[in-house]
T-cell receptor
């Protein structure tokens, strides 16, 4: 079992550019959540995808968008990058809970540096 | 709105000594509670979780945590730490029927030889 995988591992962009990060969930999982972890902070929830739809969203601007594919993998897109977008981006996969929290398994993250 | 406060940003402790990492949360509804560990340059790994039932939860690597509803706390403990426990520890909460997880700012555990 490969677990949750993310690509790329590191990325350097300049202000104003756009970036796409990718995530493959753990085998058997159908739900993908994305988190942003700034340096020295805890992860912050960006959004969650299930059945190719955005199911829930945190307090992030519309510059942050996502997509989920039929094979449950997901992409996170960030447009018009700002210096403050520099962070570790974590993907977590799970199965959709039925009123009970299902464990979210995290990938190793993509470290994004915006110059 | 739910929130998590980790009372110590860093905790130094000697190897083989006991440790407690403190966590308080706020929420107006029933919650689920978690502790995650993050080793350097890695993602998050679940140590343990409280969903319901017994308030003492045992996790991996010899860690345990106790849910105290009256004090809205979920402190993490280990009776004897090892150098390999050096990492960042995150307390987290989610509300019933809400998959969104809210994390604290983390506590860095330093193991002293």
């Amino acid at each position: 079992d490969a677990g949750v995988t993310q690509s790329p591992t590191h990325l350097i962009k300049t202000r104003g550019q756009q970036v796409t990060l990718r995530c493959s969930p753990k085998s058997g999982h159908d739900t993908v959540s994305w988190y942003q972890q700034a340096l020295g902070q805890g992860p912050q929830f960006i959004f969650q995808y299930y059945e190719e739809e955005e199911r829930q969203r945190g307090n992030f601007p519309d510059r942050f968008s996502g997509h989920q594919f039929p094979n449950y993998s997901s992409e996170l897109n960030v447009n018009a990058l700002l210096l403050g977008d520099s962070a570790l981006y974590l993907c977590a996969s799970s199965t959709l809970g039925q009123g009970q929290q299902e464990t979210q398994y995290f990938g190793p993250g993509t470290r994004l540096l915006v110059l | 709105a739910q929130s998590v406060t980790q009372l110590d940003s860093q905790v130094p402790v000697f190897e083989e000594a006991p440790v407690e990492l403190r966590c308080n949360y706020s929420s107006s509804v029933s919650v689920y509670l978690f502790w995650y560990v993050q080793y350097p340059n890695q993602g998050l790994q679940l140590l343990l979780k409280y969903l319901s039932g017994s308030t003492l939860v045992k996790g991996i690597n010899g860690f345990e945590a106790e849910f105290n509803k009256s004090q809205t706390s979920f402190h993490l403990r280990k009776p004897s730490v090892h150098i390999s426990d050096t990492a960042e520890y995150f307390c987290a909460v989610s509300e019933w029927r809400d998959d969104k997880i809210i994390f604290g700012k983390g506590t860095r555990l330093h193991i002293l030889p």
